[in-house]
């Protein structure tokens, strides 16, 4: 038998984490014993809990502390983090240590160095001239960068769920389902956008291109100009539709105020696009009066900075769509790290690849008819999402009406 010892601090009682973490070394095949627990007997107290994990093999015990790790749970033994040089660009040594999106410190010179910029399934790069440690993803590797190795030297701090009455966000443990309390958790969402902005935050949004077909567009537009959404994610698809309504008052050829659907409507979108080729970008047909409302307008007007990223199905498209996946994740990491609240609607593509790239501690809400989409955010690592199952029609007014209740 082989035997480590691992030690749990926070609220590892009230986020479960002290069950899970005895749930999953039984399940793996391995024992424990408890060699220490301290109950924090307050609502601001912590708890503490060191354990023997026992197994009949390296390969087992290694694999449990994988499990672990993203759950918070370290290696009670501090030893210096190792450190390995990258062989090539893009490439990392055997063994190297793959992230989680969790806060992320690291021993280095006998002391604890927050590793920055932290996103999920990347490495960490530390510079010996500077003592800094950056997460990067492996296509950023650059020759001779010092990588971490296995897990030695490595504490992960999951957020912690607080003792005493719940949040709006503590709802995200609970089943995915279109009967949840909506107005309730509506009104919540607002109190948390308030609270974000008034500290001084940022929100982004993540959006599809049902905000157009749902005739939604004027309130995204609206929230943009009031200075609620700091950037914006999207695809073409969106920016098109948005477009479209503004040049023809449709979206897919459907009139968004009447519900009708227009005589050759279905080519709309393709005269869309061809208006803002013709001035030759978005910020130009603002500017030379071909573009005069709308999500992407109100973007131009506001200096509201945006990321359209594309995929093989789109028309067009538009001139400002990033058609290079690299180049696109570059640049929404660059506002991922600078937000502190995202809100997706109806897009399922672009919400899971921005979970991807977002810190847990980003306070993440999740809308969609389609419940397998809020689903799949959280079964690829994005946990902290609030999922809300319903119509993006019927839930962006709600939330603007939420927001003004005090004006």
């Not at 055997?94 to 410190?105: A, D, K, L, M, N």
């Not at 950056?134 to 001779?144: D, Q, W, Y």
């Not at 979970?355 to 397998?372: A, E, F, M, Q, Y």
């Not at 119509?391 to 005090?406: K, Q, S």
């Amino acid at each position: 038998m082989v035997e480590k010892e691992i030690k749990l601090e926070g609220h590892i009682i009230d986020s479960h984490t002290l069950g899970n973490t005895m749930d999953l070394i039984m399940e793996k095949g391995g024992d424990f014993d408890v060699l220490e627990f301290e109950i924090g007997k307050h609502k601001k107290d912590t708890s503490h809990a060191r354990l023997r994990i026992h197994a009949e093999s390296e390969e087992l015990l290694d694999s449990i502390l994988d499990e672990l790790a993203p759950m918070g749970v370290s290696i009670a033994e501090t030893s210096e983090v190792i450190l390995e040089p990258a062989p090539k660009d893009k490439v990392a040594p055997e063994g190297f240590y793959s992230t989680s999106h969790h806060v992320t410190h690291i021993y280095y010179k006998g002391e604890w160095i927050l590793v920055k910029e932290i996103e999920m399934d990347c490495l960490i790069v530390v510079d010996e001239e500077t003592g800094e440690a950056v997460c990067k993803p492996i296509a950023n590797l650059k020759a001779g960068d010092l990588i971490v190795m296995g897990r030695d030297g490595i504490k992960i701090t999951p957020p912690s769920k607080p003792r005493g009455k719940k949040g709006v966000f503590e709802f995200m443990n609970s089943d995915v389902s279109s009967e949840k309390p909506l107005m309730h958790l509506i009104h919540q969402i607002a109190s948390e956008i308030k609270e974000v902005k008034a500290k001084g935050g940022k929100i982004a949004l993540v959006g599809g291109p049902a905000i157009a077909h749902t005739g939604s567009t004027g309130i995204i537009a609206d929230l943009i100009r009031e200075g609620i959404i700091d950037v914006i994610f999207a695809g073409n698809a969106l920016a098109t539709h948005d477009i479209e309504v503004d040049q023809f008052g449709t979206s897919l050829g459907v009139n968004v105020k009447t519900g009708e659907v227009v005589a050759h409507g279905h080519t709309h979108h393709m005269r869309a696009i061809n208006r803002i080729n013709r001035s030759g970008s978005i910020k130009d047909a603002v500017e030379d009066g071909t573009l005069k409302s709308g999500i992407m307008y109100e973007c131009v007007k506001n200096d509201v900075p945006f990321v359209l990223a594309g995929s093989i199905r789109d028309d067009g498209p538009l001139p400002d769509v990033i058609t290079d996946t690299v180049e696109s994740q570059t640049l929404m990491r660059k506002y991922t790290q600078e937000i502190d609240m995202v809100i997706m609607i109806a897009t399922m593509l672009h919400s899971i690849a921005t979970g991807n790239l977002l810190p847990s501690r980003v306070k993440t809400i999740c809308v969609d008819i389609n419940p397998s989409t809020v689903t799949k955010l959280a079964d690829r690592g994005t946990a902290q999402a609030l999922g809300i199952v319903t119509d993006v029609g019927a839930f962006l007014p709600v939330l603007y009406n939420a927001l003004h209740e005090d004006d």
